[in-house]
Nanobody, 124 residues
């Protein structure tokens, strides 16, 4: 069982930056692939980025490439999402997710564990 708690969301002006954190309770955190998804009302959960247990494999959405960066610190049981040059369309509830798959999937149903989400609001 893995419990995930996101933090770091908030209100930021367009062009600003935020760093989201996701703290995991699992003693074997380093054996899980992790991902960030986001969701806006009335839309399906959207894949943002994913990282393998070692950090050696990263998958990302092309539209966010260069602005968002996922990373992890296995010693701290934490995964991060650095978001730069934020745009109003990045406004969403951001979720952290975990899976025991060695290769991080991009499909939300492949993730067994989810946090409660942290809200990111970007004003124009």
């Amino acid at each position: 069982q893995v419990q995930l708690v996101e933090s770091g969301g908030g209100l930021v002006q367009a062009g600003g930056s935020l760093r989201l954190s996701c703290a995991a309770s699992a003693r074997t955190f380093s054996s899980y692939s992790m991902a960030w998804f986001r969701q806006t009302p009335g839309k399906e959960r959207e894949f943002v980025q994913a990282i393998s247990w070692s950090g050696g494999t990263i998958y990302y959405t092309d539209s966010l490439k260069g602005r968002f960066t996922i990373s992890r610190d296995n010693a701290r049981n934490t995964v991060y999402l650095q978001m730069n040059s934020l745009k109003p369309e990045d406004t969403a509830l951001y979720y952290c997710a975990a899976t025991s798959s060695a290769a991080p999937p991009v499909a939300a149903p492949m993730y067994a564990y989810w946090g409660q989400g942290t809200q990111v609001t970007v004003s124009s």
